[in-house]
């Protein structure tokens, strides 16, 4: 039987009303992909927070930590693209985790529908502050001085910890032994207990133990100084490569295939959080600079970093089975 000219049109509608039904009905299941007590987690759950509020749907987080967001990548991958299911997501997991492995675990920019992006902070580097190093020179020395040369810790491999201390001691000619964590919770405990020398961290979490007198700040991975930490120099003040000034970002995405209408929604919903005072505190505390976004630049913001990081984990060959 022939469907009428104007069937496409209502079936359409009616996927419309489904999934805003769905949206009003479902407990939204936030996906974080570090373990709890992790800047990312806090971030997340910041988020997942506001946007329940605005939205007036509730929602459930769901920490998935593991093998630097990849356990939590495939968790997502496989549940329904019903738009019940969305994961806060890093510049980690979208712009180097795949590119670390020779076979690639995901597509960063084909696997996932951008929903927003969230706000971006920057990195810093430190030391534990009873080692005495006060300066990136004094690392250099450590680094040279010992057998088997620095010991960094980081969240995971292909973290931008990880890349970014890499680059480091690889533009620096400092010999370096990496030491990966599952999160960034595990990796601050091991530097402030001295199992390791050093670690690059979000200046979030550094800020808050530099302030306890556990950790001293080596430098900003940013053009400009924080105004977190206006005392410590930008990566190239300290006399490191100016490349490394690319702060962290962190985003919300939806498996590929998700109904527009549900992203749209949450995209507005982040939007109007940047003008929510608990939200904007609670990110402020974090040293998030929080920005506006459509759906498409979660992909863009992407594509741009890839374009930096691919080519020096080429250079670096950072690529495993």
């Given amino acids: 039987m022939k469907l009428p000219r104007r069937a496409p049109l209502a079936l359409a509608a009616l996927t419309v009303m489904a999934a805003q039904a769905l949206a009003q009905t479902t407990p939204l299941q936030v996906i974080a992909q570090q373990p709890p007590g992790s800047g990312s987690d806090a971030m997340t759950r910041a988020w997942a927070e506001c946007a329940a509020r605005q939205t007036g749907q509730p929602n459930v987080v769901m920490n998935k930590p593991g093998a630097n967001g990849i356990l939590a990548i ?25 590119f670390v492995h020779r076979q690639m675990p995901y597509d960063p920019i084909k696997d996932f529908d951008g929903i927003a992006v969230i706000g971006t902070s920057p990195l810093v580097l430190a030391v534990p502050a009873s ?23 980081s969240p995971g491999k292909g973290s931008p910890a990880h890349l970014l201390t890499t680059a480091l001691t690889e533009a620096m000619d400092w010999p ?23 670690m690059t961290l979000v200046i979030g979490t550094a800020a808050t133990q530099v302030k306890a007198g556990k950790l001293v700040p080596l430098a900003v991975f940013a053009a400009e100084r924080s105004a977190l930490m206006p005392d410590v ?47 904007v505190e609670r990110m402020t505390a974090m040293s998030v600079s929080l920005v506006s976004s459509k759906p498409g630049d979660v992909q863009a913001f992407a594509e741009r970093d890839i374009a930096v990081w691919k080519p020096l984990i080429d250079k670096l060959g950072l690529a495993t089975e």
């Avoid at 005495?132 to 020179?137: E, M, N, P, S």
């Avoid at 919770?185 to 050093?198: C, F, K, P, V, Y």
């Fill in 176 to 198: 370096a032994t990496h030491v990966p964590f599952v999160g960034e919770a595990a990796g601050l405990n091991a530097l402030m207990g001295n199992h390791i020398q050093a």
């Fill in 74 to 98: 495939n968790h997502l991958k496989g549940l329904p693209a019903d738009g019940a299911n969305v994961m806060s997501i890093g510049m980690s997991q979208m712009t180097i985790t795949p």
């Fill in 233 to 279: 120099p930008t990566i190239a003040e300290a006399g490191g490569p100016t490349v490394l000034a690319r702060p962290a970002w962190i985003a919300v995405v939806a498996k590929k295939g998700t109904p527009a209408a549900v992203v749209t929604r949450l995209n507005d919903a982040t939007n109007k959080c940047r003008t929510d005072s608990t939200y």
């Fill in 131 to 153: 080692a005495g190093i006060r300066k990136l020179a004094d690392l250099e020395k450590l680094a040279k001085s010992q057998p088997g040369g620095l010991n960094f810790g």
